[in-house]
């Protein structure tokens, strides 16, 4: 008897028949079988790079973070919506440039998602045509496309100008490195349906008020995509201003003379890039270099009206009491297409990370979803570019620690029931407490105490269940105190409520 066996060692697109006999098919199955078990127990689990796991201390640190920035944006009355991590790729490609649409995980669509790609198209190799055909579906690139789906999506039901927050992960196919990842949280808040600046002007009080909160020394960049406009017109290559702000928005990653290197590969003249250089290089305080601008770009009405608006943010911000730094950056361009006024990007004065925080004004956007004449600005915290910062400057000192407050100490069985009336008490008393699960010896309990940075221990024995009482320790000092459990809220109120 002979079997047909389709054979796969190595290449999973490429397939090898051979007709054997049973024996030598029991044979190389049985290798076969042997070989992948040994590969899978040799092999540890993983995850992609470009992501990260976080232990219980790392997540509480970002609680806090995330915790910050909601109370703020709270605070200027601003409201959560989410969106799905999905998105339709009609929805995404196309909004952030032709770098960005590279950036975009696509998802393949589910079942035998080839069956509409024909052999000639694969052996051709038509990546665009099959990728269109292969996937429809996309992970978002950012929460601001997203956004703007949303609302025109739910128009009906908004009320304008809509003030919203969002806090949700994002994912980019990029080369992970320092300071950037594959996945990452952002935390955006944008106001849409009004053009007034002194939306862009209660963002730099956001942005400063959250990392003043957070003990971040920043510097706040602003530039505006009207100026950038007007120089692309003053330099005689108005057709070409996509290219010119891709490329001097990575000055500080590549450096003047790459980034002139990349303008003449886009086919500007070496004239238009000689008139560009004075922009690039512009210096003096915020207002010194608002007014040279003006005697550059008189002749641009586009760009006159970017620099009035510059003029009317810096006097809000000249009138206020924000404690960052800010800085006009003609470099500013933030590759993103959809921005059409201020932008808006923000560093730490003390770790070289990158941004951490950015955004700006968008008229355009929610018409490529057929609602025109809707305008909106925002900003973007980037999270995980936060806690780096945070980790690097050991600003967590002083909120480390454990989630619970109390544990409690199992006895045994006997004593589990007066235990589980302390508990029940706490937790009507909104203090975070747990009680140990095993009537384990003291030291495995007071151990683990210990490494969960856990500050009170209550022991509850035959003594205390008959004196109706509780002994406390204080795990600081090593200290215990023995009170009647009818006055656990008054040791509550005293220690435990800040």
Known sequence: MKARIAFLPSQPLRFMDFIISDSQYLLYFCLYTFVFYLDTMSSKPSIPKGTRDFSTEEMLKREYIFGTIKQVFRLYGYQPIETPAMENLTTLLGKYGEEGDKLLFRILNSGDFLSEVSEEELLKREVHRISSKISEKGLRYDLTVPFARYVVQHRDEIVFPFKRYQIQPVWRADRPQKGRYREFFQCDVDVIGSDSLLNEYELIRIIDDIFKKLRISTVIK?????????????IGESDRIIDITVAIDKLDKIGIENVNSELVSK??????????????????????????LGNLLIHSETGMKGISE??????YIANASVTCDIELDLTLARGLNYYTGAIIEVKSKDVGIGSICGGGRYDNLTGVFGMAGVSGVGISFGADRIYDVMNQLNLFDEITGSSTEVLIVNFGEKE?????????SLHGLNIRSELYPDAQKLKKQFSYADSKKIPYIIMAGEDEIKENSITIKFMSSGEQKTIPLADLSSFVNEKLKY
């Not at 510059?310 to 006097?315: A, H, I, M, S």
């Not at 029931?417 to 029940?424: E, G, R, S, T």
Request: proline letters at 2%; aromatic letters at 8%; charged letters at 15%.
């Open 222 to 234: 602003i530039n505006n995509r009207k100026v950038l406009a007007g120089i692309a017109t003053y």
């Open 267 to 292: 086919g500007l003249s070496g004239e238009a890039i000689s008139t560009l250089q004075p922009f690039l290089q512009l210096k003096g305080a915020n207002s010194e270099k608002v007014s040279s």
């Open 310 to 315: 510059l003029q009317t943010l810096f006097e």
């Open 416 to 424: 589990s029931v007066y235990a589980c009336k302390i508990l029940d």
